[in-house]
């Protein structure tokens, strides 16, 4: 099997694994909570996107990845860390404008995973980086959505109020 083909094999199930914990456990567990406190618990694996700064440090990938994918890709994790770190802030704090943040967090992750998933060539060089992709993004991709589910329901309900 080529390398592209167990990438491609791996990220599928993953994506599938993770979207079935979802649904069967964590979807589930989430109702039961406040909104605020559901959509805190959904953001937080978000908090730790700084890791993708790996992709720009010499040795963990083995040989250096193309820049046009991991500038974007590292900084546009760094950001989006940064964001959801701001996000769980303003919403444990209760503060005016939390799910704004939440909005403004889960638009540019979800945007940032989007540009890096696009890009043209396949990417073979992750090295001890490979995880990233193959099970961390797949997390990141279900909980976007689930956030986007609960956001977007949370207008619904507003506007028809």
Known sequence: MSVEAIFGVQFVLSLIVWSLIA????????????????????TLPHAFRHIGLVFIVPGVVSGPLPAAFADPAAYGDLLAGVLALLALIFLRA???GAVAMVWIFNTAGTLDLLNAL???EPIKDFGAAWYIPTF??????VTHFMIFVRLIRRLRTTNSA
């Open 23 to 42: 649904k069967w456990l964590l979807a589930p567990w989430l109702d039961k909570m406040a909104p605020n406190e559901a959509l805190f618990w959904l």
């Open 118 to 120: 696009r890009q043209p």
């Open 94 to 96: 209760e503060w005016a």
């Open 136 to 141: 961390f993004v797949p997390l990141l991709l």
